[in-house]
C-alpha cells in the first residue's frame, strides 16, 4: 500500500480507499495519511530553514561589504 509520491494525489488516495476493504487496509491507509503528512511538514521545514540560512549569508555578506 505504500507508494512515494510527492504532494496530494487524490486518485491515488481515492483508490486506496476503494481498496481498504477491511480493517487492517483502512488502518493502514490512515498510517500512510498521516506519514505523508508528516513528510510533507518535515520538507517544508527544511525549505523555510533553507531560506533563513541563505538570507543569514546574504547579510553578513552585505555587511561585511560595507566595512
Not at 6 to 31: N, P, T, V, W
Not at 45 to 55: F, N, P
Amino acid at each position: 500500500m505504500r507508494k512515494q509520491d510527492i504532494g496530494f494525489d487524490y486518485h491515488r488516495y481515492h483508490r486506496l480507499l476503494l481498496e481498504a476493504d477491511d480493517e487492517s487496509k483502512r488502518l493502514a491507509l490512515i498510517e500512510l495519511l498521516i506519514e505523508e503528512k508528516a513528510r510533507d511538514r518535515l520538507s517544508a521545514q527544511r525549505a523555510s530553514d533553507r531560506a533563513a540560512m541563505t538570507a543569514h549569508t546574504i547579510a553578513n555578506v552585505l555587511k561585511n561589504g560595507r566595512s
